[in-house]
């Protein structure tokens, strides 16, 4: 509701600039005319132009949805010049000028025809190409997140909040008559100074989604600390009509009509399975429809195979498809990458391999499915009835034991009589599957690459997209640096040299760190010291006693596993040969 706000305040503040001069006595010269006939044709003409430019926005702008990550950073320098068009009237005249060429033409065509509906909606549309510097960079932010976004009736609606506040601003411009011309002359320095402020906003917006900080904090927040909270949140968000919507009235008595036919289950409606439509590729499976699977109970998996919190969920979700699946379970797994290298499909079939994955996967390299669900977590899990409602959500590791119960539950539910089996799985997890020890955790995901860097104590200071030689000290907890030469980019850092490595100072059990064998795919070796001896009895599933180690797929490696006490350590991983990627560590 907050967005449609906005939306709907940004369209009536353009009113409130030394730009809209040119358009008032358009507006003005229907004052006192039937509005109807007048007022009324002339609203409806901007609207519509708006609208004419929504479509060529969506259609022209469907490239920032398919495109990969050098589309989103396209997309991004679009708002920032959008952000610096509302600093400068003078820049955003420039940039808009085709457009008030072609309204002033319309506009003196308008002039000279007899008042009348078809004469109203042309100065209406001439209004709306003429109020382009105003409009325009609002307009244009509106658009471009919408293109980043995806064509859905949550953007049409912000849009239509958009021209009907612009549409407000006009109807009262043209009902109060001349009496607001001299008004907004005196607002005009106020709006100017309003619509530079929103310019500044919009830029610190840009740097904020550049910086990862859109979706790295809200989607991987530490599970420790936060899980229990974010659950709770979103459960009232889908409880008040959010993201899952809210279940019908009819669909209510539905319900109640069923409890009388057998057994039936307490768990509230939080919304429809609507779609799986959007997938590149299945994988394990032909493509599935949420319609065919009417019928079944079905669990929705979003996960993403270098996630730590996604592969300690992978046993239990393992189990639970292969203990139920004659009893009318059908799990589908939805791999939405958050790293590039995971929208490559042979990285994907290797890991469903390494992790024994069975059962249905689809390829959602465009976060359609995504997007279908308003999905915002790795993992995330959604428990859909045999209905086809979503009846419970689980957002994030852990709760197993319920989660399963909401299965048998969902099961009893679609037969029609009392659960039968109450019995829950518990897999052996071994490696990085295994759950974490958050009782000891002190440490959290920490990012490579320079978009959502923190802690970073090398003193040459982060060189974006350039080789530099760094060079580390002694950091403190949960402080790291590079040694060696590398070239650090937006999600990775990449070894220039053989001997290059890097430091970490961290409190956990487990430390893990996603690495890949760069663009030519060549096997780098590495070899790890903690406490600047080898690991030992300390070390990692995925090297050796001694700490050594090798590269040969992208994908997330553990290496350490403190067998004893859990305590402050000092982590330290040195390349034999170049070429290495490092994206993230994780710890457990």
Known sequence: MILFLIAYLAGALTIVSPCILPVLPFVLSRAGQPFTRSILPMLIGMIVTFAGVATLAAVGGSWAVDANEIGRYV????????????????????????AVALGSRLSQQASGKRAGVGTSFLLGVATGLLWAPCAGPILGLVLTGAALQGANVQTTLLLTAYAAGAATS?????????????AMKRSLGVGERLRQGLGVAVLAGVTAIALGLDTGLLSRLSYASSKSIEQSLLDRLHGAGGAAGKPAGNAMALAANDARKGYQSDLPVLGRFQSLDGA???????????????????????????????????????????????????VIGVHSPEFAFEKRIDNVRQAIDKFQIGYPVAIDNNFKIWRTFANNYWPAHYFIDAKGQIRH???????????ERVIQDLLAEAAGSKKADTVTVAPDAKGAEAAPD????QSGESYIGYLRAANFISPEGTGADAARDYTVGKPGLNE?????????GGEQASLEQAGGGITYRFSARDLHLVLGPGAGGKKVRFQVTVDGVAPGADHGSDIDAQGNGSVSETRLYQLVRQSKDVRERTFEIRFLDPGVEAFVFTFG
């Open 75 to 98: 997309a991004i320098a679009l708002i920032a010049g959008f952000g610096v068009t509302l600093l400068s009237p003078r820049i955003a005249a420039v940039v808009t000028r085709p």
């Open 280 to 330: 590149v590729e299945w994988l394990n499976s032909k493509p599935l429809t949420a319609e065919e699977l009417r019928g079944k109970v079905v669990l929705v998996d979003f996960w993403t195979y270098s996630c730590i919190n996604c592969i300690r969920t992978i046993p239990y979700v393992r189990a639970w498809a292969e203990k139920y699946r004659d009893q009318g379970l059908v």
């Open 393 to 403: 959500t689980q957002f994030g590791e852990g709760d197993y034991e319920q989660s």
């Open 480 to 488: 790291w640096g590079l040694t060696g030469k590398w070239t650090v």
């Open 170 to 182: 006009l109807a009262m411009a043209a009902l109060a008559g001349e009496k607001v011309f001299a």
């Open 438 to 441: 958050l009782a000891r955790l």
